[in-house]
């Protein structure tokens, strides 16, 4: 071992984990062969603390032939350790915000907002793990280090379940990451006009827009919608209530659908449809305007077109001094009138068309049952009499439904606060009243199937 000692030499690299044998110089002036025994270097091994990852094949090679080699040469590799794996984040909600161009797309359509339900499933976190540990020539432990942990904090309306690693809203809303937080948003906000920034908008919560809706945007939300502008010939649906600080100027094409109440500045030339109060502070110009509640335009005109409503209309003056024709529908809506007058005409015709199967039938049963064409007529008449009947318990059950969904006429009024004009038709269900004069400050309501005026003082 000491003619080893004199002619190598051990060198350690990469923190230990790589043992070396190197030759010295009075190795390069040895002119015999040396002979060295593979036990002898396994103690020369041992006695240089190379005690793990020995390379037997390098020491074979070594105890054959020293002088046969090129140094340094490997004789032991320690066990490399297996580094932890880092936690992560698994998103469950897609938060993709661009749209997927195809071939029916809308370029209106440029973002979707990431939207989620109250107690949905938002994210789930994966534990880091702690790795294996390796081991250096010197036979020591070399620690792993373990994987980092991911730092995900619950937000606004958003909670942590620690029983399976998970995030979950509580809210309906935009779902966001701010940082290292995850929130759920009810609200969703445009600080601009809307335009081809932000295209149409589609959200689950309340949309706020500090600007205009221009002509051929749609917004819909399952909230509220509060737009500080001016509305256009746009399209705009809320499941709850709608506010239009200005005014919407439809050009017959603007549409307005409130679930809950309107209140807006004033409505010319649009579609509106409230389901529960609409609130005008100025006028009603040429506009389709169905309301399941009351109408308040206590300063306002209402000109041209139709509004419905439920229970009570108030406004300033109706109709105009050139006599536009403007219709007033009472208790039960324009639409539902109309739908119902459809539905009512369509029972007529399937009654008069079942009386005539009937008949077809009585005379059926008195011809000969063995006749083939008899048969076949009799089963056509059968059969059509089964579409028939199944028709009209279809017709008879959407009556009942919407007979149901009537207001009480005899419960509604409209209050005129300044002028009824000539020409403009008051209708409280079936019973109408057409203007031939003007009035000042009166009250309109059904009494005894009698479309009485009352004077207010």
Known sequence: MERLRQYFRIHFREKDMIAEVDCREPFLELEEKLEVDIDIWKSFLTASNVRFGIQYQAIAQLAEDPTD????????KGLSPVNGIDGKIEYLVDIEQEMQISENWNFREVMKIPSVMKGQKLAKISEPTSGIDGKNVM???????????????????????????????????????????????????????????????????????????????????????????????????????????????????????????????????????????????????????????????????????????????????????????????????????????SLNKKHRELEEKQ?????????????????????????????????????LDRVKERLSELDADIGDENKSSLTVRNNIYENVIVAFGKYKRIMHSNYHYVQLSLYQKEIELQQLF
Do not use: W
């Open 139 to 341: 036979g020591e432990v070399v620690k792993a280090p373990p994987g980092k942990s991911v730092v995900l904090r619950p937000g606004k309306n958003v909670v942590f379940n620690a029983l399976d690693n998970c995030y979950y809203a509580t809210e309906d809303g935009q779902f966001s990451i701010k940082g290292k937080h995850i929130q759920v948003l009810p609200e969703f906000h445009v600080n601009e006009t809307v335009s081809m920034k932000t295209g149409n908008i589609d959200f689950i919560g309340t949309v706020i827009i500090h600007g205009d809706v221009p002509t051929g945007y749609t917004v819909k939300a399952a909230g509220d919608i509060k737009i500080f502008g001016m509305v256009e010939a746009a399209t705009i649906i809320a499941g709850g209530s709608i506010y239009v600080a200005e005014g919407i100027a439809g050009q017959d094409k603007g549409v307005l659908q409130a679930g809950d109440n309107l209140k807006i500045g004033y409505i010319n030339q649009a579609k509106v449809s409230v389901g529960k109060d609409l609130y005008v502070e100025n006028s009603i110009l040429h506009s389709e305007c169905v309301v399941c509640g009351h109408v308040y335009s206590q300063k306002g005109n209402i000109i041209g077109g139709i509004l419905s409503a439920g229970k009570t209309i108030e406004a300033r003056d109706i109709g105009s001094r050139l006599n536009t024709k403007t219709e007033i529908h009472l208790g039960i809506n324009k639409i539902m009138a109309d739908t119902i007058e």
């Open 69 to 76: 080699m090129e140094y340094p040469i490997v004789v032991a």
């Open 355 to 391: 009386l005539k199967l009937k008949l077809l039938g009585d005379k059926l049963a008195v011809k000969d049952p063995m006749n083939p064409r008899v048969r076949i007529s009799k089963l056509r008449q059968k059969h059509s009499m089964k579409l028939v009947a199944e028709e």
